[in-house]
């Protein structure tokens, strides 16, 4: 053999046992990283994917049925949604109200019981927020649900379900639109409502 020849090694058991340990882990980092990916810029561009188990439903401390109280028993999205045709917020019922039926209504139903616990206790529910703007976004909920209901002679929960969907059918309440700045001023632009800065952003 000459001065400064080699010889190409074969890799010993242990190498490659090391070899195909960094190729599966290169492999499941760039599958994280594709999914993280693939979520942030869904997410960007409208409502993120459903990764991982993440989806626009959470899980709510009390299972609140819509179906059972908007389909079967015939209640509006106004009955405990009480501030929507008159204020910027559609507000989350108080414990009390919903007390008012569940005092003798339920009885025997898991989800009815931990209510009565909150309300016996003098606690309040902490929902988990479905339908988030950005807080330099100021949404008005009277002034659309005003505007649409008598424009269209429909009520305020046929308004809502233009950015909500139909909650009454949800088993678990999920968003629906991207509600995305594009989203509300291509609404605007159809509608014929104001679309400079100041409108929303003030």
Not at 102 to 127: M, N
Not at 160 to 187: A, P
């Amino acid at each position: 053999m000459l001065p400064g020849d080699f010889q190409i090694r074969r890799p010993t058991r242990k190498g490659y046992i090391k070899l195909g340990f960094l190729g599966l882990s290169g492999a499941v980092g760039l599958f994280v990283l594709a999914a993280i990916l693939t979520f942030v810029v869904t997410a960007w561009l409208g409502r993120p994917l459903s990764v991982f188990g993440q989806t626009d439903a959470p899980t709510q401390p009390i299972d609140f049925p819509h179906t059972v109280h908007v389909e079967e028993l015939g209640l509006d999205c106004t009955f405990c949604h009480r501030n929507v045709t008159k204020g910027a917020a559609a507000t989350v019922p108080a414990v009390n109200l919903c007390m008012s039926c569940h005092v003798t209504v339920g009885d025997d139903l898991p989800e009815v019981e931990k209510l009565r616990d909150v309300h016996a206790s003098g606690r309040t529910i902490d929902w988990l927020r479905v339908h988030r703007l950005p807080d330099h976004v100021n949404f008005v909920h009277e002034a659309h649900i005003n505007f649409f209901a008598e424009r269209d002679n429909v009520t305020p929960a046929e308004v809502c379900s233009t950015c909500h969907g139909d909650v009454g059918s949800m088993l678990k309440v999920e968003q629906v639109r991207s509600l995305k700045m594009g989203d509300c001023v291509d609404c605007h632009r159809e509608n014929s409502a104001p679309t400079d800065c100041t409108t929303c952003h003030y």
